[in-house]
């Protein structure tokens, strides 16, 4: 089955913008992230980094972040409109807010708006759900999320609604019982939220992304060209694979598939958010990674300390059957746990304005489909929000680099990360063959399921001039091991 690919990543280019007016304009090219001022920022520390090592935002200098400083309505509209495409990256700021304008991306928050007035945390959030297509939990929810705070009396009555959905999807934590919906959000602040908007959205789902999630397995050693030794860690990736429902029909299921990385020689390694080494990492821990042109962990983050906790029940499962009022899922042995008790697979009541998000953009229930793997966010007895984590994909490129157990791939669309594993059929110039004998230059189209390290390949079918000497691999030290 092939279906179109999942939207351009949630963040990508979101935050890059190229305007001198923009609150994350573009800054001198170099090592990104080794900013110099986030000693009063600590808590945004990690987010900052991994953020800006995916080239999603920029410093004012090149060791300045500025994460102090405040956001305007106009540069936090069109974050937003690049967050979902609206807009190319070479419009100009001022056309970027004249769209938000047409928009209609300043109404509903609150009086004196404009696009050059700083941007306070509730119109922050209002505008995020606006973009996102989800409206709040009800009053009922709204009441209690908000009520765990001790300010929930400052909240605009325009805004309990998006505040509310923040609180209940763990996007939102307040600040020493506060949440301080009037005051201007900040860079750093502003960063940390759509850290955390990432993870719970899964962006590594899509083909531009350069991200690999999972848990920490192990760490080791290679040799590089230059007879330097370099740090390799192996992760348990996040991904999907074939599987049966529970009706007998062909699904996906969530699994982990043990893969290593070199670590780049100028990689940064965050702990409890803390800057630390690889030494702190524990077997199966959480780990989120972000790889460099070169394919190497460039940022290493423990998630531990900054998953999203959400509010309300959770549980991932694979779709087997859905409709305008319910949708069937068959879940992992244990499922997930929510206010009232475990949930596992079975069938979910659909709330009457449920917010369906793929790739990082608004969509409805006509693009969730069976095989598909969702999140779904459970309130009250009723699924209030569907996060699609992964859908059948066919995607065709030419090879730029090769792995013991995956290839970059380029595509019309951006790279694209392509794993396998032994259940993998591959096939080069009609012949069977295996992943090792894929070249760079060599022309690809694989199918599988988008997931949280790319697309995992079900097939791999590569022509190519396997009988010659390979092209150089951009990914692959020569004469070095990736183990």
């Given at each position: 089955?092939?279906?179109?690919?999942?939207a351009?990543?949630?963040?990508?280019g979101?935050l890059?913008l190229?305007?001198?007016?923009?609150?994350?304009?573009?800054?001198?090219?170099?090592?990104?992230?080794?900013?110099?001022?986030?000693?009063?920022?600590?808590?945004a520390?990690?987010?900052?980094?991994?953020?800006?090592?995916q080239?999603l935002v920029?410093?004012?200098?090149?060791t300045q972040?500025?994460?102090?400083?405040p956001?305007t309505l106009?540069?936090?509209?069109?974050i937003?409109?690049r967050?979902?495409?609206?807009v190319?990256a070479?419009?100009s700021?001022?056309g970027?807010?004249q769209?938000?304008?047409?928009?209609g991306y300043f109404?509903?928050?609150?009086?004196g708006?404009?696009p050059?007035?700083?941007?306070?945390r509730?119109q922050?959030?209002?505008?995020?759900?606006g973009a996102?297509?989800?409206?709040?939990?009800?009053?009922?929810?709204?009441?209690?999320?908000?009520?765990?705070f001790?300010?929930?009396g400052?909240?605009?009555?325009?805004?309990?609604?998006?505040m509310?959905l923040?609180?209940?999807?763990g996007?939102?934590?307040?600040?020493?019982?506060?949440?301080?919906?009037?005051?201007?959000?900040?860079?750093?602040?502003?960063?940390?939220?759509?850290?955390?908007l990432?993870l719970?959205?899964g962006s590594?789902?899509t083909?531009?992304?350069?991200t690999?999630?999972?848990t920490?397995?192990?760490?080791?050693?290679?040799?590089?060209?230059?007879?330097?030794?370099?740090?390799?860690?192996?992760?348990?990736?996040?991904g999907a694979?074939?599987a049966?429902?529970s009706?007998g029909?062909s699904?996906?299921?969530?699994?982990?598939?043990?893969?290593?990385?070199?670590?780049?020689?100028?990689g940064?390694?965050?702990?409890?958010?803390?800057?630390?080494?690889l030494?702190?990492?524990?077997?199966?821990d959480?780990i989120?990674?972000?790889?460099?042109?070169?394919?190497?962990?460039?940022?290493?983050?423990?998630?531990?300390?900054t998953?999203?906790?959400?509010e309300?029940?959770?549980?991932?499962?694979?779709?087997?059957?859905v409709s305008?009022?319910?949708?069937?899922?068959?879940?992992?042995?244990?499922?997930?746990?929510?206010?009232?008790g475990?949930?596992?697979s079975?069938?979910?009541?659909?709330?009457?304005?449920v917010?369906?998000?793929?790739?990082?953009?608004a969509?409805?229930l006509?693009?969730?489909?069976?095989?598909?793997?969702?999140?779904l966010?459970v309130?009250?007895?009723?699924?209030t929000?569907i996060?699609?984590k992964?859908?059948?994909?066919?995607v065709?490129?030419t090879?730029?680099?090769t792995?013991?157990?995956w290839l970059m791939?380029?595509t019309?669309?951006?790279?694209?990360?392509?794993?396998?594993?032994?259940?993998?059929?591959?096939?080069?110039?009609?012949?069977?063959a295996?992943?090792?004998?894929?070249?760079p230059?060599?022309?690809?189209q694989a199918?599988?399921?988008?997931?949280?390290?790319?697309?995992?390949?079900?097939?791999?079918?590569?022509?190519?001039?396997?009988a010659?000497?390979?092209?150089?691999?951009?990914?692959?030290p020569?004469?070095?091991?990736?183990?």
């Amino acid at each position: 089955m092939q279906m179109k690919l999942l939207a351009a990543s949630a963040l990508t280019g979101a935050l890059v913008l190229t305007s001198v007016g923009s609150a994350f304009a573009a800054g001198p090219k170099g090592a990104p992230g080794h900013f110099k001022d986030l000693a009063d920022a600590q808590f945004a520390q990690s987010a900052i980094t991994t953020l800006a090592a995916q080239g999603l935002v920029n410093g004012v200098s090149q060791t300045q972040f500025d994460p102090g400083a405040p956001i305007t309505l106009g540069q936090l509209a069109a974050i937003l409109l690049r967050y979902q495409g609206k807009v190319k990256a070479q419009s100009s700021f001022s056309g970027q807010v004249q769209t938000a304008q047409t928009a209609g991306y300043f109404q509903g928050l609150g009086s004196g708006v404009a696009p050059g007035r700083d941007a306070t945390r509730a119109q922050a959030m209002a505008m995020i759900a606006g973009a996102l297509g989800i409206k709040g939990p009800g009053s009922a929810a709204e009441a209690s999320m908000l009520g765990q705070f001790h300010d929930k009396g400052k909240v605009p009555a325009w805004a309990k609604g998006s505040m509310a959905l923040g609180v209940q999807l763990g996007l939102l934590k307040g600040d020493r019982g506060d949440l301080m919906p009037e005051g201007n959000i900040t860079r750093a602040e502003l960063a940390v939220l759509l850290m955390r908007l990432e993870l719970l959205l899964g962006s590594s789902q899509t083909v531009q992304s350069s991200t690999v999630r999972g848990t920490f397995v192990g760490t080791g050693t290679t040799t590089n060209t230059s007879g330097q030794t370099q740090t390799t860690v192996t992760v348990s990736v996040y991904g999907a694979q074939p599987a049966t429902g529970s009706d007998g029909t062909s699904t996906t299921t969530q699994t982990g598939t043990n893969e290593t990385f070199t670590v780049s020689p100028v990689g940064q390694v965050f702990y409890g958010n803390q800057t630390s080494t690889l030494a702190s990492f524990k077997a199966g821990d959480p780990i989120f990674m972000i790889l460099d042109q070169d394919g190497e962990a460039a940022v290493i983050v423990d998630t531990a300390t900054t998953e999203v906790q959400t509010e309300a029940g959770t549980v991932t499962g694979t779709v087997y059957q859905v409709s305008s009022g319910s949708i069937s899922i068959t879940a992992p042995t244990g499922g997930e746990h929510g206010p009232t008790g475990n949930l596992g697979s079975g069938t979910y009541t659909l709330g009457s304005s449920v917010g369906v998000v793929l790739g990082g953009m608004a969509g409805n229930l006509s693009n969730v489909q069976p095989g598909d793997v969702v999140q779904l966010i459970v309130s009250s007895g009723q699924v209030t929000l569907i996060i699609v984590k992964a859908q059948v994909e066919t995607v065709t490129g030419t090879v730029l680099g090769t792995r013991p157990n995956w290839l970059m791939l380029s595509t019309p669309n951006g790279s694209v990360r392509v794993a396998a594993d032994q259940s993998s059929q591959v096939t080069l110039n009609g012949q069977t063959a295996t992943l090792g004998d894929i070249q760079p230059g060599d022309q690809v189209q694989a199918q599988g399921v988008s997931g949280e390290g790319g697309l995992v390949a079900q097939t791999i079918t590569a022509t190519g001039t396997a009988a010659q000497a390979p092209t150089m691999n951009v990914f692959m030290p020569q004469g070095g091991s990736d183990h």
